[in-house]
């Protein structure tokens, strides 16, 4: 996973020094002029993607990842979230803004960062990139996937071994390639698990990234979905999710699925924790903090990283102990998966 | 101001004479430096004395204090919004203004002011003859698409094809607004209705066939559509600082393009003629009907354009990651630029400026929101004030019209009187 030369990492780590040094000298007006030692230059920047910081999943988990690399390393952290309808060119601004303030690494979360960063990380070949969602090329880049569709998979199983009506939704924020993989995997899961179910497969928007901020929309198709008699949602939507857990919680006899982050554990959605079955959680926070304290440790990862079951990249939620019951049915699918019997699909 | 107008005719109460000759008294007063440049050619002296009149004094006075008033107003909400927050307005404006001025961001601001200002002209056409094209976003979107698609499917080289993915996204985004247009002119439905439906379906088709095996490839996560080949891409300007979107000549030819149109022709007198009255520009031969459809088609097929600099200057293609929203950014500017050719291209680039500027107040410890909030009370500030000068503007005509009318009479009293 890791590709590293001795030479990258000490000319990546005496070069970020040198933009320390000289961020400190020309730009006090910021006030953080501190550095935080190693080779993490001002500290971690992280862009995040539309729905910011506290959407209680995808772009959180990215930011507890830094956090947890803030209180254990002392790695200064600055975060900019993503305004609605910004195009590549916002995007690369803001990256390199980023880049040029002296942060290092910094971190676009969310595949739209794809293209900005490969070409911001080609005129700061100093600067250490990371990229979630998406494989961006460059020797400075490291570029973090989730195996999404073997979470979903598992999240499929308990679904289908907890519904009462049999009919499970699922809800995905924008029809995108990316959530069609979270709906491939719990369509599989629900399917192989009892064939006889229902999913009732639901998008809210076709072709626009506010698909993932509109929390309404997606509380209004979770109504819908419970209308129908479904018992189970699982909604890939980040911060619009919120929304569809809400209207689960407000109704007898039904769970909801949460997506990225364990979303029973967030502050956010602390008093709908009891109707939240599980959570399919894709491990940014883990794969955030490796990159940036290999920075620290001067010695930046490259290349790809590539998440899944097999290596705890993705997996269960077990908070709250609903699914323990099902545990045993869980960890057989878990085991199936990573043997490589099944065969996940990453497309429905 | 349910209806944005253009600049209002302060002097000219008589409707069709005023929008008539063609240096009425609505473009003098958005217009000034036009006015300027104009008496500059027929030497110093008649300047003065065009001064010198009262009713070109009055107009210019008007003409100046609505922008003074919307930027002062403006400048004052800011100051107090960011101070309320605790933090120092002027040490904002100050980084704002560092910061936006350097190289590189000029030449990222003129980038991003370019479909701003497609986007702003096509929307202000439909303003200038009180409709409103919401649509302009669906419109684009579209165009933009459809235009990929063929510059994806071809390879014919430069001189052909760019002309060709060109005339696709206007006639596309004019079919698009020409539905909204047709069912206004025959069966009456609002415009706004229409075209804020089919920027809905916008959406959906193009989600339907920007699809892998459909009209799309797959990169990863990101589909789009084939990319065009290298040599149909417009050419770009090199600053050393950055590249310039060789599309800023579109946006200039369309500017020219609209102000010709509206002021030097018949069809755009007709135009403003609906816009002040459709029922006395109908009395006066003008097919109303007609002219709605002409319009949406033209406001569509300017609409078609606003992608052009992003599908042929940047991406090459049109993907899940091409923007969108610039429609109602552009509603926006031609509020902001009061339709005037000239004032929509400064709103744009203000527009870019504070855009370019937001993300860096964020790095010295401001909310990059704040950039939102000016954008919301310029717009708020330039329309009111704008108002009310306007209101103003008549009250202070009436006074002046009934003191002369009042003086004439008194001096035809006294020569009465005489008598």
């Keep these: ?348 | 101001m349910s209806r944005p107008e253009d600049s209002p005719p302060p002097a000219g109460g008589e409707g069709s004479g005023n929008a008539g000759s063609s240096d009425d008294p609505g473009k003098a007063a958005a217009a000034p430096p036009g006015a300027a440049g104009s008496g500059n050619r027929s030497g110093g002296g008649f300047l003065a004395a065009k001064l010198s009149d009262p009713r070109v004094r009055e107009k210019l006075l008007l003409a100046v204090s609505a922008p003074l008033l919307a930027l002062t107003v403006a400048f004052v909400l800011v100051c107090l919004v960011i101070t309320a927050t605790g933090q120092n307005p002027f040490h904002a404006f100050e980084a704002m203004f560092n910061y936006g001025t350097t190289d590189r961001s000029q030449v990222w601001i003129l980038n991003k002011a370019i479909p701003y200002y497609l986007a702003a002209v096509a929307v202000a056409i439909g303003f200038r003859m009180n409709l409103f094209n919401i649509g302009v976003d669906g419109q684009y979107q579209v165009a933009a698409f459809f235009a990929a698609v063929v510059g994806g499917a071809l390879a014919l080289g430069g001189f052909v094809q760019i002309p060709i993915i060109i005339l696709t996204a206007m006639v596309v985004g004019a079919l698009w607004a020409g539905i909204a247009g047709y069912l206004k002119a025959v069966r009456g439905v609002s415009e706004v209705i229409t075209t804020i439906m089919l920027n809905a379906i916008a959406g959906s088709l193009i989600g339907y066939f920007l699809k892998e095996g459909r009209l799309a490839e797959r990169n990863q996560n990101i589909v789009h559509t084939p990319d065009i080949p290298e040599s149909s891409r417009f050419f770009t300007i090199d600053t050393g600082a950055g590249l310039i979107y060789g599309t800023v000549v579109i946006a200039i030819a369309a500017g020219v393009a609209y102000w010709y149109l509206l002021s030097r022709t018949r069809f755009g007198f007709d135009l403003r003629a609906v816009g002040v009255s459709d029922s006395a520009a109908e009395a006066s031969g003008v097919s109303v009907k007609r002219m709605v459809v002409a319009s949406m088609l033209i406001s569509g097929a300017v609409a078609g354009l606003v992608g052009m600099p992003t599908l042929l200057n940047d991406t090459g293609n049109f993907g899940n990651n091409f923007p969108s929203g610039i429609g109602f950014m552009g509603i926006a500017i031609a509020l902001l630029g009061r339709n005037h050719p000239v004032g929509m291209a400064l709103a744009a680039l203000l527009w870019a400026f504070l855009e370019r500027t937001g993300g860096h107040l964020n790095f010295i410890g401001y909310y990059q929101e704040i950039i939102g909030v000016m954008q919301g009370i310029i717009v708020l500030s330039v329309v009111v004030s704008y108002e009310l000068v306007r209101r103003w503007g008549l009250r202070r005509q009436q006074r002046i019209v009934g003191a002369e009318l009042a003086a004439r009479a008194r001096t035809n009293d006294t020569v009465e009187g005489v008598a």
């Design chain 1, 1 to 348: 996973m890791r590709r590293v030369s001795k030479l990258a990492a000490t000319v990546a780590a005496t070069a970020a020094l040198a933009l320390t040094a000289s961020a400190c000298g020309s730009d006090d007006s910021t006030g953080s002029g501190g550095s935080s030692g190693g080779g993490t230059g001002e500290g971690a920047a992280i862009a995040f993607d539309v729905g910011g910081r506290d959407d209680a999943s995808f772009n959180e988990a990215a930011a507890r990842g830094a956090d947890k690399a803030k209180n254990d390393l002392g790695v200064e952290t600055y975060y900019q979230t993503a305004r609605d309808d910004e195009t590549d060119a916002d995007r690369e601004q803001r990256l390199q803004q980023m880049a040029e303030a002296g942060y290092n690494p910094v971190i676009g979360v969310g595949y739209l960062y794809g293209p900005s960063v490969e070409r911001v990380a080609q005129e700061f070949p100093d600067t250490t990139f990371g990229v979630v969602d998406a494989v961006a090329e460059g020797d400075n880049v490291y570029s973090m996937i989730f195996a999404e569709h073997e979470a979903s998979y598992l999240a499929g199983v308990a679904a289908a071994l907890k519904s009462e009506t049999g009919k499970v939704g699922f809800i995905g924020g924008v029809d995108t390639t990316l959530i069609n993989k979270f709906q491939a995997g719990y369509e599989q899961g629900a399917k192989d698990t009892d064939p006889e179910i229902e999913v009732d497969v639901q998008y809210l928007y076709t072709d626009d990234p506010k698909g993932f901020t509109d929390v309404a929309k997606a509380k209004e198709q979770a109504n819908g979905m419970l209308g129908r008699d479904v018992d189970v949602i699982y909604t890939a939507a980040g911060l619009a999710g919120n929304g569809s857990i809400e209207e689960v919680a407000s109704a007898e006899n039904a769970w909801a699925i949460g997506v990225d982050s364990d979303q029973a554990e967030q502050p956010g959605l602390a008093e709908y924790k009891d109707s939240i079955l599980t959570s399919a959680i894709k491990g940014v926070d883990v794969a955030v903090f490796d990159l940036i304290s290999s920075i620290d440790s001067d010695d930046p990862m490259s290349g790809t990283g590539e998440y899944g079951l097999a290596n705890d990249g993705v997996w269960l939620a077990t908070s709250g102990g609903h699914i323990d019951d099902i545990a045993d049915e869980l960890d057989e699918a878990k085991r199936r998966i990573v043997e490589g019997e099944t065969e996940v699909s990453d497309t429905p």
